[in-house]
C-alpha cells in the first residue's frame, strides 16, 4: 500500500485487554495508524479492570474509511461488539469492498453471526462458539487462521502472533519482520 493503511479496532466495556493492547501496540510500532473507538463515551472497563481511554467514539468513525477493522475479544467484550448494531454494518460494508477483518479470542462470533466467515475457515478462543450456529464455516484450531480478507485467532496466548500477521497482511513480510525481531520472541 502506498500511503499508511487505517485500521480501527473498536473497544467495547469487558474486552481482553492483553489483546487489545498488543494490537494497538504491535500495530503502532509498524508506524500503522490506529484508532481505537469506545462504543460508547465512557471509559472502557477491561475484562480485567484495566480501563482504557479510546482516542474516538465509535460514532465520530462510522463513515471513515480503513484498510483493516480488528475486534478484540473477552467477555463480555465480544458479546458487547455483537450486540452493536453499528459494529454489523461497518463489517458489512468492509467485506463488501473486500476489505480485511479481523477478530480474535472470542470476537469472531461477531463475524459468524454477521454472515461473512460464511464458507470461510476460522479460528477462536476454545468453546466461545458453542452457543451459536456454525454450520456456515469450517473450524480450525490454527493459532491464528487467514482466509482471504478475514483473520482470525484464538485468545490472549496468540494475540503477538495475531498482530504481527495483521502487519504481514497490510505491509508485508519484511514490515513483520522489522516488527518482530526487536520483539526478542
Known sequence: MANTPRVL???????????????????????????????TDEPVHCARQTVIIADTTLDKVME???DLIVLPGGLPGADNLNADP???????RHNDENKAIAAICAA?????????????????????????????????????EVDGNIITSRGPGTAMDFSLTLIEKLLGKEARQQVEEPLVR
Request: with cysteine; hydrophobic share 45%; net charge negative.
Open 86 to 92: 453499528r459494529i454489523h454494518e461497518l463489517i458489512t
Open 9 to 39: 479496532v473498536p473497544l467495547a466495556q469487558g474486552c481482553e485487554e492483553l489483546e487489545a493492547v498488543t494490537i494497538i501496540d504491535l500495530l503502532r510500532r509498524a508506524n500503522i495508524e490506529v484508532i481505537t473507538a469506545s462504543l
Open 64 to 66: 471513515q474509511s480503513f
Open 108 to 144: 469472531p462470533k461477531v463475524l459468524v453471526n454477521n454472515g461473512v466467515l460464511d464458507g470461510k475457515q476460522l479460528t477462536a478462543y476454545p468453546n466461545s462458539l458453542s452457543q451459536i450456529d456454525t454450520s456456515k464455516v469450517k473450524l480450525g484450531a490454527a493459532a491464528v
